[in-house]
């Protein structure tokens, strides 16, 4: 009678184990599901903005070499400024910017000079007089996407070690 007492003993020691090891093992599994999950939605919504980025770059990239034109007018593609190049490209994907660059500096939210992502804006003083008065696209692979001076129109440039690069102030993120 003992034995038999050991032995349905040893077995529910064997099925409370087994129903704990299968409940542990459930739980770890809806939770890593879960987790799964939010992952797949932040790497969906980082491939959205990566998508609408690239979009945006291949319409700035239609304008290469339009002229350059100090105070050209919103929603005119003969010619282009800086932000007025910017505001057209976005507007186009349905993002609204304000006409100028001091203005769109304001936009969207801060993002670190070295957490820049292709679409991200990029603001830079020129002048050093404490003024932003440059807006430039972030294509990545450390290139810009803008517009300035007579003579150069629309281009892509190099940004490290630039004026842009020598002169930037801030960088914001839209997308």
Known sequence: MNN??????????????????????GST??????????????VSAAATSSTKANQII???????????????KSGVTSSF???????????????????????????????SK????AGDLVFSDTNRDGVINHVSIYMGNGKLLHTYR????VTISTFKGSTWDKTYVTARRVL
């Not at 599994?29 to 987790?35: E, N, Q, R, Y």
């Open 4 to 25: 038999t007492k050991n032995s349905r003993m040893g077995k529910k020691l064997v099925g409370i184990g087994l129903s704990l090891l299968v409940a542990f093992s």
């Open 29 to 42: 599994l809806i939770h890593s599901g879960s987790v799964h999950a939010a992952s797949k939605s932040t």
């Open 58 to 72: 291949a319409t700035g990239k239609k304008y290469l070499g339009k002229p350059y034109k100090f105070g050209a």
């Open 81 to 111: 400024d800086c932000s007025s190049f910017v505001q057209y490209v976005y507007k186009k994907h349905g993002i609204k910017l304000p006409r100028s660059s001091r203005d769109q500096a304001k936009s969207g939210k801060y993002v």
């Open 114 to 117: 070295s957490q820049l992502r």
């Open 150 to 153: 007579v003579g150069v129109g």
